[in-house]
Nanobody, 119 residues
Framework: VNLVESEGGLVQSGGSLRLSCAAS????????MGWYRQAPGTERELVAV???????NYGDSVKGRFTISRDYAKNTVYLQMNSLVPEDTAVYYC??????????????WGKGTLVTVSS
């Protein structure tokens, strides 16, 4: 499975940015799609995830500001980020969990895209 993320960018504090991630290749049965982020010197953390059934889960620091959505036909996940603050500066990684044809749960990561929020 290949994950292609949209470009991040530089945004002013209070601004908005939308990320997308398209999955392609050997797509069998996607369980969930989501976003994680990692700032310098910190561990990778959950931003948001959406399951095949449409359930969503958000990291505490982004609740109420970020919205995850999914286009099932296009195998694409979106992350709408509003009211951005400098603490949101990080490399954002797309993540997909997929059931394989052998019944295993496979985990895939995108290359990451940098989002920088200036104060």
């Amino acid at each position: 499975v290949n994950l292609v993320e949209s470009e991040g960018g530089l945004v002013q504090s209070g601004g908005s940015l939308r990320l997308s991630c398209a999955a392609s290749g050997s797509i069998f049965s996607i369980y969930n799609m989501g976003w994680y982020r990692q700032a310098p010197g910190t561990e990778r953390e959950l931003v948001a995830v959406i399951t095949s059934g449409g359930s969503t889960n958000y990291g505490d620091s982004v609740k109420g500001r970020f919205t995850i959505s999914r286009d099932y036909a296009k195998n694409t996940v979106y992350l709408q980020m509003n009211s951005l603050v400098p603490e949101d500066t990080a490399v954002y990684y797309c993540n997909v969990h997929q059931w394989s044809d052998t019944g295993d749960m496979d985990n895939y990561w995108g290359k990451g895209t940098l989002v920088t929020v200036s104060s």
